[in-house]
């Protein structure tokens, strides 16, 4: 079966293009959103489990682990800290809280943004759960993931043909070798 975490949905729609780029978030911003979610309580254990079906692939296990429920409001929280690019992690988070809606079963959800260069919360903006849009997220990390695991196919086929001892161009037919 074809699994998905909801951080692996919001890689693929945000992050993906980084790898193609040469581009990486560095152990030490990793380290420092960490301990910032930690110090702050957002660090909620329970696993989510739900399956989803997609009409040309079938069924998706999809995973997810949201950063703060708080029961007794009904509401998911997200935490994205971020250095300059306060509404490119706006985004990415909206994203992760539909997916973590979605696997809560919960309607309401928030999207904290935190400024590591202020050292403070600075937003939280307020979401409900959009069903069409949980759609369009679903079905373009599903067909993301699905053309990356094609690449990773023909990058492997052509390895193995350069392993051979010689590849031939797919434009005009001629032989490397």
């Known amino acids: 079966m074809n699994k998905l975490s909801a951080g692996q949905i919001a890689s693929l729609i945000f992050y993906r293009q980084n790898d193609f780029s040469g581009?990486?978030?560095?152990?030490?911003?990793?380290?420092?959103g960490s301990w910032i979610h930690q110090r702050l309580g957002y660090n909620?254990?329970?696993?989510?489990?739900?399956?989803?079906?997609?009409?040309?692939t079938g069924w998706?296990?999809?995973?997810?682990?949201?950063?703060?429920?708080?029961?007794?409001?009904?509401?998911?929280?997200?935490?994205?800290?971020?250095?300059?690019r306060k509404d490119?992690?706006?985004y990415v988070g909206k994203v992760q809280l539909m997916v973590y809606l979605w696997l809560t079963g919960f309607t309401k959800g928030r999207v904290v943004?935190?400024?590591?260069?202020?050292?403070k919360i600075t937003e939280k903006q307020e979401y409900e759960f959009d069903k069409k849009f949980f759609k369009i997220i679903m079905d373009t990390a599903i067909s993301?993931?699905?053309k990356i695991r094609e690449?990773?196919?023909?990058?492997?086929?052509?390895?193995?043909?350069i392993k051979k001892g010689g590849i031939k161009n797919e434009v005009d037919g001629s032989s490397s070798n």
């Open 88 to 90: 490119w992690q706006s």
């Open 144 to 146: 993301l993931e699905l």
């Open 44 to 56: 909620q254990e329970e696993v989510f489990v739900r399956y989803y079906y997609h009409p040309k």
């Open 151 to 161: 690449f990773r196919k023909n990058f492997e086929k052509a390895q193995e043909k």
């Open 113 to 119: 943004l935190y400024s590591m260069n202020a050292k």
């Open 60 to 84: 998706w296990k999809i995973v997810g682990v949201p950063d703060k429920i708080i029961e007794e409001e009904g509401v998911v929280e997200e935490l994205k800290t971020y250095i300059t």
């Open 23 to 32: 581009k990486k978030v560095s152990d030490r911003q990793l380290k420092d």
